[in-house]
């Protein structure tokens, strides 16, 4: 049946489109970027020389429960400068 085919169709495409809208929207680079401040300079440095899976064991040494407290509601924090990248001030 031609009209059931066509319909299927536009669906497809409906479909198609609602997923790409869902992708284009650009994720928000709104996280918070590391300081370039006396406690994470050293960071930085240790990222260009060794790579972020490197400078990423020392963060949890201050961003812990009794140090510096993460914001309520934070994401799994697995891989810190996965989503936290360095900034530049
Ligand atoms: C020596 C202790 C220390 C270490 C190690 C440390 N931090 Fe921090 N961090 C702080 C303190 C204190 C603050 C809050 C004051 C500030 O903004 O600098 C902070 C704030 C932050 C912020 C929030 C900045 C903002 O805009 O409010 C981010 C993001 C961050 N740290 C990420 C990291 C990451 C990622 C690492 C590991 C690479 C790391 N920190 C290692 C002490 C530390
Ligand atoms: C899956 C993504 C993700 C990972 C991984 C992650 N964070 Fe976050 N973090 C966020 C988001 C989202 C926020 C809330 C928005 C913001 O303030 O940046 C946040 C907030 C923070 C804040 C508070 C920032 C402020 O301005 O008050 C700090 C400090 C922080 N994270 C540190 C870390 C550290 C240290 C790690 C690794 C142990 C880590 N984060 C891993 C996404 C992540």
Not at 14 to 34: D, K, M, N, Y
Request: charged content about 25%; overall charge neutral; proline content about 7%.
């Amino acid at each position: 049946m031609a009209l059931s085919l066509k319909k299927r169709d536009f669906l497809l495409v409906g479909i198609a489109i609602v997923i790409l809208a869902f992708l284009w929207q650009a994720p928000p680079e709104s996280t918070s970027r590391v300081p370039y401040d006396d406690d994470h300079r050293q960071f930085h440095e240790l990222v260009k020389a060794e790579g972020k899976k490197a400078a990423e064991k020392f963060c949890e040494d201050c961003h812990n429960a009794e140090g510096v407290a993460f914001p309520e509601g934070h994401p799994p924090k697995a891989r810190c400068l996965f989503c936290h990248k360095m900034g530049s001030s």
